[in-house]
Each structure stands twice: as structure tokens, then as C-alpha cells.
């Protein structure tokens, strides 16, 4: 397991907009962050705008120069952007075709119809680990709350046994798996491998996901029994396409890009050499852009051809994909902002000397701040990149397997404990037909599961490689 050292304070630090001391910078911190809380919560301010003010409140109370901190922050935006921006967009689009055609329809209804009732949550889990993989939380409630009120009231289960392990497999995706942002916005910060973050991931996600989807649910199921509330069974948005396509075909697709950025770890690992042919040609095949592009383009005859769209049908569903993610990629740059105004006022070095002393792994460092910043702000994407921002110089001195599983661990803390300031709190919540006090019983505490059983595995890893 790594932990803090001495050692790892040899890393050149960039020279830092102000030369506040610790106390200073740590006030700073706390006031940056808790103007960004105040105003979303408070004040219902867009978190964009939000982590703006957050910055400049950052730097002002850390006494740099504004002109400095908004160099700094419009640096760590463009940043953020021109890194993750463009992939942000490719899996809006290839997830808006999955959905459009039927394929995320035809993925459900194939695995359903070959599971039992007993197998029933594990299906489920599995059906929104597949889904999940390359679309974001929301969108993936929007389209597994009809399946899992329509399974639920046929089937006579109850909610919560079909419910939780379709929320856990979409949480688990979202917080650890990219092409998400936060994921991809942690990799670029600590300048993880992204082929090696994914499978580490995946063997993460899945443990994970059985003990904070089909295992918990029994227990959620018992603590708050409902039945699927009759007016929030809508009609499937594909039920007018005369025809959808295969399973193998759709769930090919979605893979596809899992796929290419995995074989690029792989050759990475077996080639070893950069500038051999076959490891050039798999850095391009497998970099996530070229992945996620190849996926789109692929999407496009798979599923949007063959649920008979003609060429202007597919144009209106890329056009319609966008515009919804640019909210998330405004809030995912203005991050990228803020956590770039953190480690030019010193922040992360200051972190470094304080610590020092601390036998604590690093990991776990990670994970504690994610939490903090989680509870406070309830975004898993604002939490995933201030702490990747804060922790960022611990990877430094990282073998390439640590700053993946660093990666994770800031990934496992940005999914605690989601309450009353999480939006998706309140959708889980309204598309359930809870109260807060069942919300809390059971979504709460599915998050909370996935953080501490995500650490724990992060932590196990840790010790073998």
C-alpha cells in the first residue's frame, strides 16, 4: 500500500500565485469551498457559476492577485475542456443513439426475458452496468425507471428488490468507469493511465456492485416495502419503432470502446516499448477519443440504421444529444477551474508538507477528501474533480497501477452518503414515490455501500500490485 513520504515532496512544484502561509491557504480552501456549497444549496446558483465564485473567493482570501487567479482558473477551464469536453460529447451522442433506437430497450427486455424471478435483481444490475457503461446517471434513470416499475408491479416485487440494483450498477458506472467525466476528469488531473484506470475499474465496479445492488436490496426491500406508485409507469419512449436492433449487435456497440482502450493497456503492457510499430497503432486505435468516435460512427449504421432511421433521423438525434450535456460541460470546466486555481495558489503542496508526518495511505487521504467535499457540495463530479485538483501531486512519485487505483479511490469518495442537497436524490426519490426518510434508508445508504465497499477493494488492490 503507498503511502505518504518524505520522498514523494521531491517532485518539482509550480512556482504558486501567492505565498500565503498554511494556516492562510487552508482558510482559503475552506472558504472557497464553502462559497460554492453556500450557493448552490443556499442560494440555487448553477454549479457553474457557482465554482467561479468559488475560485475567485479562493484566491482573494489566499491574497494572489485576481488577475493571477483568473489566469489560473481560465487555464485550468480550457484545460478541462479541450481534455474531456469533446469525449463528454461523443458519449452524450452515442448514448442518445442507444436510447432513441430501441437498442437500450432491446438490451432490457432480451436479459429480463432469459432470467428468473430469483435471478431477477442480479439481471437488473446487470442490465444497468451494461446500459451505464456509456451514458450518464440521469439519462440512465430516465430509461430503466419504466423497466424497473414495469418488472416490479408484474412481477409483484418489491421496489426496492428491483430498484436498488438498478440504481447501484448506474451509480457504480458513473462515479468509477469512464468515459464518465468525473473518472476522466480525476485520470487527466493525477495523469493516470486511462486504459489501465478502466480495467482496474471494472474489477472494482463489479464487487462492488453485487454488494450494493442484489445483496443490499434484500435489506432494502425489508426496511421500506412500496409498490411502484400507479402514475409513475410512463410509456417506453420506443414503443413506436416498428422494428429495433439485435441484442448482440447493440451490446457489441456499446463495448466497443471498452474494448479499443482496453487493448491499448494490454499492448502497453506487453509491448513496452513506445516506439514500437504495434504500440503506436494501438495508442492511436485505443485513445479515448478515436474510441468513442469510432463508437459514435459505428452506432450510427448499428443502431440508428437498423431501427430504420433514415440520414436526417441520426443528424437530429446527434444534433438533440448536445445540447443537454452542455450544462455538464460547462460545470465539468468551471471544475476544472477551480482545480486548477487550487494547485497554483500552493494548495496541493501545502497538503504534501502537512501531511508528511501522517502514516496514511494515500488512498485513503484521496478518498476521505472526495467524501468531505461530497457531503458538503452533493455533486459526485464537483467532488471527483476539487479532490483530483487537491491530490493531484500525490501521484508524482505513483507507479502506474497507484495513481489508477488514486484515480478510483477519489471516485469511491465522490458517491458518499447522497442526500438532500444531490439531485439525484430527489429524483430517486420522486420517481419512487418515497419520502425523505425512505429516500434516506435506502439510496442514501446504496451510495454509501458503494463508497465503503469500493475503498475496501481499492485498498485490497493496493497490497497485490
Known amino acids: 500500500m503507498t503511502h505518504l513520504s518524505v520522498e514523494m515532496l521531491a517532485a518539482d512544484a509550480v512556482e504558486p500565485i501567492t505565498s500565503a502561509g498554511h494556516a492562510q491557504l487552508g482558510i482559503a480552501v475552506l472558504a472557497g469551498i464553502a462559497v460554492i456549497v453556500l450557493l448552490i444549496t443556499k442560494f440555487k446558483l448553477h454549479a457553474f457559476l457557482s ?22 482558473f481560465s487555464a485550468g477551464l480550457g484545460t478541462t475542456v479541450a481534455g474531456t469536453g469533446v469525449l463528454i460529447a461523443l458519449g452524450a451522442v452515442l448514448g442518445r443513439l442507444l436510447a432513441d433506437s430501441g437498442g437500450a430497450d432491446q438490451i432490457v427486455d432480451t436479459i429480463l426475458a432469459k432470467a428468473s424471478r430469483k435471478a431477477m435483481p442480479w439481471a437488473m444490475v446487470l442490465i444497468a452496468g451494461i446500459v451505464g457503461l456509456p451514458i450518464f446517471f440521469e439519462v440512465g434513470i430516465v430509461l430503466l425507471i419504466p423497466v424497473v416499475l414495469l418488472v416490479a408491479k408484474r412481477g409483484n416485487f418489491s421496489l426496492m428488490r428491483i430498484g436498488i440494483p438498478a440504481l447501484a450498477g448506474l451509480s ?16 487527466d488531473a493525477v495523469g493516470a493511465n486511462l486504459g489501465v484506470t478502466l480495467a482496474l ?17 434484500r435489506y432494502a426491500a425489508r426496511w421500506v416495502d412500496i409498490r411502484p406508485p400507479e402514475n409513475m409507469v410512463p410509456e417506453r419512449a420506443t414503443d413506436d419503432l416498428e422494428k429495433r436492433p439485435g441484442f448482440g449487435i447493440t451490446v457489441a456497440t456499446v463495448l466497443l470502446p471498452v474494448v479499443m482502450m482496453l487493448a491499448k ?20 486505435i485505443g485513445s479515448p477519443l478515436i474510441a468513442l468516435l469510432t463508437a459514435v460512427l459505428v452506432a450510427m449504421f448499428t443502431l440508428g440504421r437498423a431501427a430504420g432511421f433514415t440520414r436526417g433521423r441520426i443528424a437530429t438525434t446527434v444534433e438533440k444529444s448536445l445540447a443537454p450535456i452542455a450544462g455538464v460541460v460547462l460545470i465539468v470546466g468551471a471544475g476544472g477551474g477551480f482545480k486548477q486555481t487550487l494547485v497554483d495558489a500552493g494548495v496541493g503542496q501545502m497538503i504534501l508538507d502537512v501531511s508528511k508526518g501522517w502514516n496514511i495511505s494515500a488512498l485513503l487521504l484521496a478518498w476521505l477528501i472526495a467524501v468531505a467535499i461530497r457531503l458538503a457540495t452533493g455533486s459526485a463530479t464537483v467532488a471527483t474533480i476539487s479532490a483530483a485538483g ?28 447522497s442526500h438532500v442537497n444531490d439531485a439525484g436524490f430527489w429524483l430517486v426519490k420522486e420517481y419512487f414515490g418515497m419520502n425523505v426518510g425512505q429516500t434516506l434508508k435506502t439510496w442514501s445508504v446504496m451510495e454509501t455501500l458503494i463508497s465503503v465497499v469500493g475503498i475496501g477493494c481499492v485498498l485490497l488492490l493496493s497490497l497485490v500490485l
Open 51 to 72: 465554482l467561479i465564485i468559488g475560485s475567485l473567493v479562493l484566491g482573494a482570501v489566499a491574497g494572489a492577485p485576481l488577475d493571477k487567479v483568473i489566469t489560473s
Open 172 to 187: 457504480v458506472m458513473h462515479g468509477l468507469i469512464p468515459p464518465h467525466p468525473g473518472p476522466l476528469v480525476a485520470i
Open 201 to 217: 475499474g471494472v474489477v472494482v465496479a463489479i464487487p462492488t456492485a453485487i454488494i450494493a445492488g442484489p445483496v443490499f436490496s
Open 265 to 284: 493497456a494490454l499492448v502497453d503492457i506487453v509491448v513496452d516499448n513506445p516506439e514500437h510499430t504495434v504500440q503506436r497503432v494501438f495508442d492511436v
Open 390 to 417: 487537491l491530490v493531484a501531486p500525490l501521484a508524482a512519485e505513483l507507479s502506474t497501477t497507484h495513481a489508477a487505483l488514486l484515480v478510483l479511490a477519489i471516485g469511491c469518495g465522490s458517491l458518499f452518503f
